[in-house]
């Protein structure tokens, strides 16, 4: 049984910096890519970014350069570091664990598990 658990979201001003924590269960998380994912209110889920099992990373563009993805095996952990934020990026940020060993999914349709989401709210 796949279960994830995010954490860390919450209220920033703009430009502030916040901190998300994915906590995953279940066998053989290493082998698995992993993606951050976000769903603003009246908008279709939109991907973040993608770490691959290898550590490979991907970005959309309305966030590179600001935010980081990167996981740690030993601890079933993905983090998504994201700083000088903006408005614009308030939505709920949902972790993801893909469904079979693919190598860079980029579509919501190609993850299996997905986790309760956390709101992240950015204030001008």
């Known amino acids: 049984q796949v279960q994830l658990v995010e954490s860390g979201g919450g209220l920033v001003q703009a430009g502030g910096s916040l901190r998300l924590s994915c906590a995953a269960s279940?066998?053989?998380?290493?082998?698995?890519?992993m993606g951050w994912f976000r769903q603003a209110p009246g908008k279709e889920r939109e991907l973040v970014a993608v770490?691959?099992?290898?550590?490979?990373?991907y970005y959309a563009d309305s966030v590179k350069g600001r935010f980081t993805i990167s996981r740690d095996n030993a601890k079933k952990l993905v983090i998504l570091q994201m700083n000088s934020l903006k408005p614009e990026d308030t939505a709920v940020y949902y972790c993801?664990?893909?469904?079979?060993?693919?190598?860079?999914?980029?579509?919501?349709?190609?993850?299996?598990?997905w986790g309760q989401g956390t709101q992240v709210t950015v204030s001008s």
């Open positions: 993801a664990r893909a469904g079979g060993l693919l190598t860079m999914p980029t579509v919501p349709a190609q993850y299996l598990y």
């Open positions: 279940g066998r053989a998380f290493s082998s698995y890519a």
């Open positions: 770490i691959s099992s290898g550590g490979s990373t």
